[in-house]
């Protein structure tokens, strides 16, 4: 679930509430049924922005995508059996073994070694073909020993099959830390699924936030490109949003259909509108209506 479960039973026609119906994310449930295991995030710094962090930032996050604890393995309230199991499995489970099954609440941690694997090394092939400085391997392996540890492992085994290209690893915790003191000093990030949405989103925000956010759920076959901003429904008829996410989105899209010119053109027109600043939406400190900046987009074009 992408949301509390009142909130989503809210959202739902007047036919369809109250009647058991459970949520769940859209983009989440097609990641899984597609196998669109590579979530990728660029982030990178427009020359212009004035809600740069720093100018010249240039990172590229891999998120794993359809595990973790955006899995969907959850229970709330949890089975008695669930906890039975549990107490007989697991003695730091003990703790929470007098808490009423109705208080208490599970979702699972489920990493696989193919899932790290195959993550890894869609980072590792990107830094290759793209000439990328580093690799960096987000995870948080001294207390979350079993599945990150799984994680970092897998990724160090597939960072062997690439020995040109440098690779280190951080603690999601110090990562955050470390991306806002010195941004340079990143390049390609991989991480496990939680961890990749937190710093990709922070990396978002020091290259001028969502509104220039993008993202590819990219599989073997097939692949979904949306900016990670998601619908905004509070600013519906406002007729305001930035859409340069959506719009770099679709540059995305052409790059993985391989219409590599027609992408290059797509972010050098982007480019282009934000070095001059004659048109900005409300997030860029402007005026201009979303339908405004599409259009000084595409006349660059």
């Not at 009423?100 to 609440?105: F, G, H, M, S, V």
């Not at 979702?107 to 590792?124: D, P």
């Not at 340069?244 to 053109?265: H, P």
Request: hydrophobic residues 45%; contains cysteine.
């Amino acid at each position: 679930p992408s949301k509390p479960a009142k909130s989503a039973a809210a959202e739902l026609a007047p036919e369809l509430q109250n009647r058991g119906l459970t949520y769940r994310s859209p983009i989440v449930r097609m990641r899984q049924l597609f196998d669109l295991y590579i979530c990728l995030r660029p982030c990178k710094a427009f020359p212009g922005n004035p809600l740069n962090y720093k100018e010249g930032i240039d990172l590229v996050v891999f998120r794993e995508n359809t595990e973790d604890l955006y899995a969907g393995v959850e229970f709330a309230p949890v089975p008695a059996d669930l906890a039975a199991t549990l107490s007989t499995l697991s003695k730091p489970f003990s703790a929470f073994a007098q808490v009423p099954l109705d208080q208490l609440a599970i979702s699972c941690k489920i990493n696989t070694r193919s899932g790290s694997e195959r993550i890894a090394r869609a980072a590792f092939e990107f830094a290759r073909k793209h000439r990328r400085k580093k690799v960096t391997i987000i995870h948080k392996a001294n207390v979350v020993r079993a599945t990150d540890g799984l994680f970092l492992e897998a990724a160090r085994a597939i960072a062997r099959e690439f020995p040109e290209i440098p690779v280190d690893d951080a603690n999601i915790d110090a990562m955050t830390m470390w991306l806002l003191k010195n941004p340079f000093n990143y390049d390609v990030l991989v991480a496990p699924n939680l961890y990749g949405d937190i710093v990709s989103d922070l990396c978002a925000q020091m290259v001028g936030g969502l509104g220039f956010g993008c993202s590819g759920n990219i599989g073997s076959r097939l692949a979904v490109f949306e900016p990670t901003h998601g619908s905004a429904p509070k600013y519906a008829g406002q007729y305001k949003v930035n859409p340069i996410a959506t719009i770099l989105a679709a540059k995305m899209m052409l790059d993985w259909l391989g219409e590599t010119q027609k992408a290059g053109a797509i972010e050098q027109a982007v480019a282009e509108v934000i070095r001059e600043g004659k048109v900005r939406t409300y997030d860029l400190g402007g005026t201009n209506t979303t339908l405004e900046m599409a259009q000084a987009i595409a006349a660059k074009l």
